[in-house]
C-alpha cells in the first residue's frame, strides 16, 4: 500500500476535533476516537486510517481549557505537539485549525486585551504551523449553538484581532473568488449539524496531491 499524505486536525480542547475526524471518515462507525463534552478527552496522537480514505488523518491531543489539569501537564502536551509537527511537518499537505466559536471572545480578551504580553493560543497555533509553510484551512466550529448576529459579531472580532498579530483571516468563499494567496482561509462549521462538510471536503480534496486522488 502507497504512503498516504498526512491531514492535520489540531486545536484547543474540547474545540470538537475527533468529531470532525469522525466526519471525514468513509467509515466512521469504526473510528475508535473518544469524543465528549469533557475537554482534554484525547489524549494521545492519533492517526487514524481507513482503506476508502485517501489520506490519513492526525488527530493532535488539545490543551488549554483542561479542567484540573496541573500547569506541567498542560505545558507536556503542548511540548508533545511542537516536537510532532516539527518532526513531521513535511508529512502533511494541509492543516486544520479548529476553533470553538464560543471561546473566541473569552481567549482573546484574557490574553490580549488582559495581558498584551502574551499571544492567544489559537493565534499562537496558526502561526506555528505557518512557520512550516503548511497550507492552512481555520475551522470555527459549533456555529449552530449561536444566532446569525452573534456569529458574525464574533468572527468579525476574531478576524481584526487576527490582524493584530499579522494574521489575514478571509471567508473561504472570497478566498476562492479572489485567491489571495497570502490571507487564510477560514470557514464557518458545525460538526452536530454538518454545516458546511461538503465545502470542507472540496477544500481538503484541493489539496490532497493528485497522486492520491480517486
Avoid: C
Wanted: charge should be positive; charged fraction near 25%.
Amino acid at each position: 500500500m502507497k504512503e498516504k499524505p498526512s491531514l492535520l486536525i489540531i486545536g484547543n480542547s474540547n474545540v470538537g476535533k475527533s468529531s470532525i475526524t469522525r466526519l471525514l471518515l468513509p467509515q466512521p462507525s469504526k473510528y475508535k476516537g473518544k469524543t465528549g463534552k469533557d475537554p482534554g478527552s484525547t489524549l494521545l496522537i492519533k492517526q487514524v486510517m481507513q482503506a476508502q480514505l485517501p489520506y490519513k488523518v492526525i488527530d493532535l491531543p488539545g490543551f488549554g481549557y483542561i479542567r484540573h489539569s496541573s500547569h506541567r501537564r498542560r505545558e507536556h502536551i503542548k511540548q508533545q505537539i511542537v516536537t510532532h509537527i516539527e518532526k513531521h511537518h513535511f508529512n502533511y499537505f494541509l492543516a486544520l485549525v479548529v476553533i470553538n466559536i464560543l471561546r473566541i471572545e473569552d481567549e482573546i480578551t484574557k490574553y490580549y486585551i488582559k495581558s498584551q504580553t502574551t499571544i492567544p493560543l489559537s493565534f499562537e497555533l496558526i502561526k506555528f504551523i505557518q512557520e512550516f509553510n503548511i497550507p492552512l484551512l481555520i475551522i470555527i466550529n459549533k456555529i449552530d449553538k449561536i444566532s446569525n448576529i452573534d456569529k458574525k459579531r464574533i468572527i468579525t472580532f476574531f478576524i481584526e484581532n487576527a490582524k493584530y498579530y499579522g494574521i489575514d483571516v478571509i471567508n473561504i468563499d472570497d478566498y476562492y473568488n479572489n485567491q489571495y494567496e497570502t490571507k487564510i482561509p477560514y470557514l464557518d462549521f458545525s460538526a452536530l449539524k454538518k454545516t458546511n462538510l461538503g465545502k470542507l471536503n472540496h477544500f481538503i480534496n484541493l489539496y490532497l496531491p493528485k497522486k492520491n486522488k480517486s
